[in-house]
């Protein structure tokens, strides 16, 4: 007799219920809105970064769907060169030509990592520079700062420059006993176009609602802190640079917004000078709290507890350097 099966409730289920009442109280919850100031700019501020996001968030899951079909790892590591720099620096320039969330990067590269060498300082600078430096993540930005191409270039020209140091860095100090937790098997999906459908499926589907749910997270934020921060604060944070560059890296690390999406919630935040807004560009995608789980689960706690704080530190390093070099005094 077989065993009844129990209904699966998931991640989807919680989205489609969410919706659907979302919508069923929608003239409840416009009524609530519309007579408090406070939650109507909180409201449009909201509703701005997540529908501007959206689609580019969209278009990143798909983009890391097919990766995931027609491009593994394995090939990926075939097309390194065997010298560490050269290897290092050739992985940074790959990173911009393969879109995807850097929730996707982390196991890519720990596939690409194996046992280390100089597949292994490749596979980290990958890591940091796929999801930062992509063409999603390109354009998301240059439409999140229209007229300020300059804040582009910063963006590219830091992420790369961190990512590539990292590299390096791993190449002459890392150590190969850190790496205590073994490769995720490769999971086989048969070679059919059904198989390949199916995998497509299955990659985009949790790429965007593990995604979306962060976005969230990140435009209520960026809503909450138009509302409830007094303006003095901001003040503050805009005349000192030191100061605004700490909190926005302790932003990052701790909202965590996908790379596809946090230039929206940054340029949102008009108040806060563009070098610091630089930083949190740069460190989000390359270090904060859901990463440093990943990495922990992928490839250690003591790789995780040396390479996300010296990672945090460079970026932090490199942006401010980039920006202060590229935007000077801009806003």
């Known amino acids: 007799m077989r065993a009844e099966r129990r209904p699966r409730f998931g991640s989807m289920e919680v989205l489609v219920f969410g919706l659907v009442g979302f919508a069923i109280a929608g003239t409840w919850l416009r009524a609530v809105v519309a007579n408090s100031d406070a939650l109507a700019t909180a409201g449009t501020v909201f509703c701005g970064v997540f529908v501007q996001a959206l689609p580019f968030l969209g278009l990143g899951v798909v983009v890391s769907g097919l990766i995931a079909v027609f ?13 560490p720099a050269a290897a290092v620096l050739a992985a940074g320039v790959a990173g911009a030509a393969l879109p995807g969330c850097e929730c996707g990067s982390v196991p890519v590269a720990r596939r690409l990592f194996g046992d280390g060498g100089a597949a292994g300082a490749a596979a980290l600078t ?3 520079a796929a999801p930062a430096i992509n063409p999603v993540v390109v354009v998301a ?8 191409p300059k804040m582009v270039i910063a963006r590219v020209a ?4 961190t990512a590539v140091v990292m590299g390096w860095a791993w190449s002459r100090w890392g150590r190969t006993e850190w790496i205590t ?3 995720p098997p490769h999971e086989s999906h048969g070679s059919g176009a059904q198989s390949k459908w199916l995998l497509f499926c299955e990659v985009a589907r949790h790429d965007f609602l593990q995604a979306a749910a962060y976005l969230v997270v990140g435009a209520a934020a960026a809503a909450a ?3 409830l921060v007094p303006p003095w604060i901001f003040e503050n944070v805009g005349a000192h640079l030191v100061l605004g560059v ?3 890296a302790v932003l990052a690390v701790t909202l965590a917004v996908c790379s596809e999406a946090d230039a929206f919630v940054a340029s949102s935040l008009t108040m806060v000078p563009l070098v610091p807004r630089l930083v949190f560009l740069v460190v989000g995608p390359a270090v904060d709290v859901k990463l440093l789980a990943m990495q922990s689960g992928m490839f250690g706690r003591a790789f995780a507890t040396r390479f996300a704080p010296a990672t945090l530190v460079v970026a932090t390093a490199v ?3 980039v920006g202060v070099l590229l935007l000077g005094g801009s806003r």
């Open 71 to 83: 491009v593994p790892p394995e090939r990926l590591v075939r097309w390194l060169p065997r010298r």
């Open 225 to 227: 802190l138009h509302v």
């Open 181 to 183: 937790r073994r490769l």
């Open 246 to 248: 700490v909190v926005m």
């Open 141 to 148: 930005t240059a439409v999140a700062f229209p007229g300020q």
């Open 158 to 161: 830091a992420s790369l420059l």
């Open 319 to 321: 942006a401010t350097g």
């Open 126 to 128: 990958f890591m940091l």
